[in-house]
Structure formats: structure tokens, C-alpha cells
């Protein structure tokens, strides 16, 4: 089986940096990927980190260590309309395509 | 940018009713998915769907459920029956190549209340 386990919240100060973190548990790992999704709207993706290191995409950078099991999602230079729920996500493959989905981070911008 | 769309994006319906949810993925995507998300819970994998057959679903996808691809353009997910605990917001999504290399496009999603 799967799981990708995150904290369910996070709040942090507008222009600050916060970091969310996902530990994940799976068979045929390829990589990590993160979406977003605000209130009543649909998953966006962010990011997807196949190997190890950091991936940096603006103001969200995004970080993997297959040895320990292991992501973060960093934000900088926090903005209100950052508030909004992080998903961390496992695809697997070798015949199938599925898309397992972490427990979700819902993070609370603060002024 | 291109987007996945779905209709309709509410819908109420009596317990023990048939429901059919519709999706347009993007036009030169090959993979098409089904996701579920109960309201302040996570996104739940149903299905996924290329060449015109189910390539992997989990075990919330049992005989009441199945999905059609009808035509060119139309990806569809019916239940047969509907029961309280699947009132849920549905999601279509759709990727270009395999899911572990490609990014998910989601729809906006239709919220199924089951009454």
C-alpha cells in the first residue's frame, strides 16, 4: 500500500517563508509531485521532483530525498492569496496509472 | 491554456438514482482519471482510463461505478445507483503521458449531493 502523510495545517505570516513537509510510504516510487487547491476549486499542479535536490519555480521551490522518504513544499515571500490547501502526490506506474494523492496541508496566511 | 471542463458542476439527486457526470479532457491528452473528494478530506484516486480501457481503480470503484469514453472528445463517469456517502465533489483530470512523468490537469469539478 500507499501513504503520504502531511501536517493538516500550517499558518504562517504574510512575506515570510513556510515549509510543508510529506513523508511518504510507497511501492515503485518515481517521483513527488505538489498541487494546490483553494477553497471550492480544483488541484493545480506546482511542482514534481524525480530525483533528489531541490527544484526551485518562482516563489515555490520544492525538495526530495528518496533515501529518507522525504519532501518538503517551500513558499516564500508568503501572500495572502497563497492560503489555500498542498497536496503531495505519488504517481506510480509499471502497468498502471494512478495518482495517490497525501493527506493535505491546509495552510492559513495571516497579515 | 487549455482546460478540462465538466458538467454539470452541481447536481442533486434521490438515494438509488442513476447519476452520469461528463468531462472534456484536453484534446491531445491519452490518460483520463476520476477523482473523488469529500468535503475537507483529501483527493481520492476512483480510476484511470487510456486506450479505452481502465488501467487501474480503486477499491471506492466497485460495480456501481463505471466510466465511458463515448466518443472523440467525451469522458463520462456513471453511478448506478447512488448512495448517501457518494455525495462528494467529483473530479475529471487528464495528462498528456503517463502519470509518472506528466502533470495532472484537473476540471473544476462537479459537486454530486445525494439526498
Known amino acids: 500500500g500507499q501513504s503520504l502523510e502531511q501536517p493538516s495545517e500550517v499558518t504562517a505570516v504574510e512575506g515570510a517563508i513556510v515549509q510543508i513537509n510529506c513523508t511518504y510510504q510507497?511501492?515503485?516510487?518515481?517521483?513527488l509531485s505538489w498541487y494546490q487547491q483553494h477553497d471550492g476549486g480544483a488541484p493545480t499542479f506546482l511542482s514534481y521532483n524525480a530525483l533528489d535536490g531541490l527544484e526551485e519555480t518562482g516563489r515555490f521551490s520544492s525538495f526530495l530525498s528518496r533515501s529518507d522518504s522525504y519532501g518538503y513544499l517551500l513558499l516564500q515571500e508568503l501572500q495572502m492569496k497563497d492560503s489555500a490547501s498542498y497536496f503531495c502526490a505519488v504517481p506510480i506506474s509499471g502497468g498502471y496509472q494512478k495518482v495517490t494523492f497525501g493527506t493535505g496541508t491546509k495552510l492559513q496566511v495571516i497579515p | 491554456e487549455p482546460e478540462v471542463t465538466q458538467t454539470p458542476s452541481h447536481q442533486v439527486t434521490q438515494m438509488g438514482q442513476e447519476v452520469i457526470l461528463r468531462c472534456v479532457p484536453i484534446?491531445?491528452?491519452?490518460?483520463f482519471y476520476w477523482y473523488r473528494q469529500i468535503l475537507g478530506q483529501k483527493v481520492e484516486f476512483l480510476v484511470s482510463?487510456?486506450?479505452?480501457?481502465?488501467?487501474?481503480k480503486s477499491e471506492i470503484f466497485d460495480d456501481q461505478f463505471s466510466v465511458e469514453r463515448p466518443d472523440g472528445s467525451n469522458f463520462t463517469l456513471k453511478i448506478r445507483s447512488t448512495k448517501l456517502e457518494d455525495s462528494a465533489m467529483y473530479f475529471c483530470a487528464s495528462s498528456e503521458g503517463q502519470a509518472t512523468n506528466e502533470k495532472l490537469f484537473f476540471g473544476s469539478g462537479t459537486q454530486l449531493s445525494v439526498l
Open positions: 482510463f487510456y486506450n479505452n480501457e481502465i488501467s487501474e
Open positions: 510507497t511501492s515503485g516510487f518515481y517521483g
Open positions: 484534446s491531445n491528452h491519452l490518460y
